[in-house]
């Protein structure tokens, strides 16, 4: 780990100021994904800004009927809190499925969504990827290379990463909002649709967050009841990332929502696949999966995707 220089934030709109400021700079909470990149030194940040101190640990009940979950939530309060647990079971069921219960217990909400990706050649650094170091080449589209784990859609001829975040996909489900403060003091919301970039050719850029923004909150609107289940697919029962992850919300009409998670750069949601949900799980992943784009290796996801949807729908 190279040596970095340290400070404590005092509010939010300091914070994201100071870390626009210092070239290099990082934000970290609970540092569950950051530590690890550092010591790799995948992550070199020359100074660290500690945001713990800044009050952003609550969950309040928004004027609209929805909840507004501060970025320093820690994923294990955010699981067991009454309210997600009774109207937002799906993110519970998502946040449980997530990493271990140490992990949780100082994960954050904020650094859940900006967590990166867990492609194996993202963390070699010795060999290629555009990620880590932009136009070094993606090592995980060469030849022989292993892509099991990566993505089948949403992809790139310059990346095939996916995002690793159980809890997005949950909140991808609800239609969450992310809450940031800019460098100049300014309040932004970003749909969680629109928060993780594709990579396109600049797959480095995976939020879109300017330099030194900060999240504060994420909102969930108004809860939309129906069914909400999570279903997780991995190589082993816990602390393993998903080979597939399935999120439903079904109503009693057989109308619903379905996001995927552990094939795509963010989590993959599309209204014209939910429109299909009556139909049953053939037709919602023809047209999610419109267009993917697998290696030989990986191509078993569509099918693994089918079947998990197919399984959830008929457990109800």
């Keep these: 780990m190279r040596q970095f220089s340290y400070e404590r934030a005092a509010d939010p709109a300091g914070a994201a100021a100071r870390a626009a400021e210092v070239e290099g700079a990082k934000f970290i909470a609970g540092g569950t994904n950051l530590l690890d990149l550092m010591k790799l030194e995948i992550e070199t940040p020359v100074h660290l800004i500690d945001v713990n101190g800044l009050g952003l640990d609550e969950i309040t009940e928004t004027d609209e009927g929805g909840l507004r979950i501060g970025a320093l939530v820690r994923n294990t309060d955010l699981a067991a809190d009454e309210r997600i647990r009774r109207d937002y079971p799906v993110l519970t069921r998502a946040l449980v499925a997530g990493a271990s219960g140490q992990l949780r217990n ?146 009693p009409d057989g109308t619903g929502r379905v996001a995927l998670g552990g094939v795509a750069p963010r989590p993959w949601r599309s209204a014209e696949a939910d429109a299909e949900l009556p139909k049953g799980a053939e037709a919602v992943m023809a047209r999610l999966l419109e267009g993917a784009r697998p290696t030989e290796e990986n191509a078993f996801k569509i099918t693994l995707a089918t079947r998990t949807l197919a399984a959830m729908l008929a457990e109800e």
């Design 106 to 251: 100082k994960a954050t909400t904020g650094g859940n969504l900006l967590q990166r990706t867990r492609c194996p050649y993202f963390y070699d650094t010795a060999q290629p990827c555009n990620k880590r170091a932009p136009g070094s080449g993606c090592a995980a589209l060469s030849e022989g290379a292993f892509s099991r784990q990566l993505g089948v859609i949403g992809t790139s001829d310059a990346c095939i990463a996916t995002h690793p975040s159980d809890m997005a996909v949950g909140m991808r489900a609800l239609d969450a909002v992310v809450e940031t403060v800019t460098p100049n003091g300014m309040t932004r919301s970003i749909p969680l649709e629109e928060f993780h970039l594709l990579p396109g050719e600049t797959p480095e850029q995976e939020t879109a967050l300017m330099p030194g923004e900060i999240i504060t909150a994420v909102t969930l609107p108004a809860p939309v009841g129906g069914v909400q289940t999570y279903h997780k697919v991995r190589d082993r029962a816990s602390y393993a990332f998903a080979l597939v992850s399935v999120a439903l919300i079904r109503q």
